[in-house]
């Protein structure tokens, strides 16, 4: 039972550093935030010299920070996690990219396609041959459907190889689309729809 993709979002993320009331920038010893927060928020850490800490989220760094009645740490949360568990906002805006965003999916235990659904999402692992991927964006060009993202996931036991997770510009109903699964018969050795949505 696979769950697919009903709906995405991209919402814009602002960072803020926070720590217990009477904390102070220039006493603070390490930084608490999910990896991916972290990353986003590097050069503002490095510069002070903090030493970050992975949480599993941000909530959870800012939740750990404010039980800890440790004034040398601080979380990279957001504003609405700082008020929450009530510490303060040392600085806000911390994250080194200004148009930092994410993207949120709403996944389904049964396949719901909304109207006006014109992304889809596809996961292919391909014949481990040279070309193999060229010949699949030759075939995505051709039907005139837009990639809007590609990534690659290393496949666990299987040395070099890999998973391709495309995000299309089409409608799941299109009959490029179909076109499209008919041109991949024997370029790929598995196929996954994950969902078709409005974003």
């Given at each position: ?36 927060g972290l990353s986003q928020c590097a050069e503002y850490i490095a510069a002070h010299g903090w030493q970050p800490c992975a949480c ?85 060009y051709v039907r005139g459907i837009n990639v809007t993202k590609l990534e690659s996931r290393p496949i666990p036991d299987r040395d ?40």
């Amino acid at each position: 039972n696979r769950c697919t993709i009903a709906a995405a979002a991209e919402l814009p993320v602002r960072h803020c550093l926070a720590a217990l009331p009477g904390a102070d920038l220039r006493t603070l010893r390490a930084v608490y935030s999910h990896p991916q927060g972290l990353s986003q928020c590097a050069e503002y850490i490095a510069a002070h010299g903090w030493q970050p800490c992975a949480c599993s989220n941000t909530a959870v760094a800012a939740e750990m920070v404010s039980r800890s009645g440790d004034t040398g740490i601080a979380a990279i949360a957001s504003r609405r996690a700082a008020a929450l568990y009530g510490l303060t906002v040392l600085e806000d805006g911390v994250q080194t990219a200004a148009n930092n965003r994410t993207r949120f999916i709403c996944i389904s235990k049964d396949l719901e396609i909304y109207p006006g659904s014109d992304k889809t999402s596809i996961m292919m692992v391909l014949n481990h041959k040279p070309g193999a991927l060229s010949k699949v964006l030759t075939r995505l060009y051709v039907r005139g459907i837009n990639v809007t993202k590609l990534e690659s996931r290393p496949i666990p036991d299987r040395d070099f190889e890999f998973q391709f997770y495309f995000d299309l510009e089409t409608s799941v109903y299109s009959p490029e689309f179909a076109q499209m699964l008919c041109d991949l018969e024997g370029l790929c050795q598995e196929f996954q729809y994950l969902g078709s949505y409005r974003e």
